[in-house]
């Protein structure tokens, strides 16, 4: 008899653990997908790609859709890019760039290989500082 309430507690636990998890995901907008919605209007927004790691235009139907619909780029790339690893891609290129590290709250540089990467990847320091440091915050992803 106790050995079953130990797992239907283990059981209850895990499925507590699992519904948070998921809400955690479903309520950060950058993880969200791309929704239209039913309506006809065309809207321009950006939303967060995933799979790109970078903010892209889309168009807005008006009505409906998810909180992964930024009305500037500028909005998307600070809740969303800013917040991603710095990825020097796969290729094999030295090309100095800046990412923001959502840890110290600063554009650090670092070597772009030339290909892949994620959004998180600046020309300069400037244009680092002027999208990302803004933010001020520390990493909650």
Do not use: W
């Not at 967060?48 to 008006?62: A, S, V």
């Amino acid at each position: 008899m106790e050995t079953q309430h130990v797992c239907v507690l283990t059981i209850v636990l895990m499925i507590f653990c699992i519904k948070n998890q998921v809400m955690a995901r479903l309520q950060d907008p950058c993880l969200q997908p791309m929704v239209v919605g039913p309506c006809e209007a065309l809207i321009r927004r950006y939303y967060f790609d995933q799979n790109m790691g970078k903010c892209l235009p889309f168009f807005y139907g008006g009505c409906q859709g998810n909180a992964n619909n930024f009305e500037t780029l500028s909005r998307c790339q600070r809740q969303c890019e800013c917040t991603l690893s710095k990825d020097p891609g796969p290729c094999d290129a030295y090309i100095p760039r800046y990412f923001y590290n959502s840890t110290s709250g600063k554009c650090e540089q670092f070597i772009y290989g030339g290909c892949g990467g994620n959004g998180n990847n600046f020309m300069t320091l400037m244009d680092c500082q002027r999208t990302c440091e803004s933010l001020r915050y520390k990493d909650t992803r």
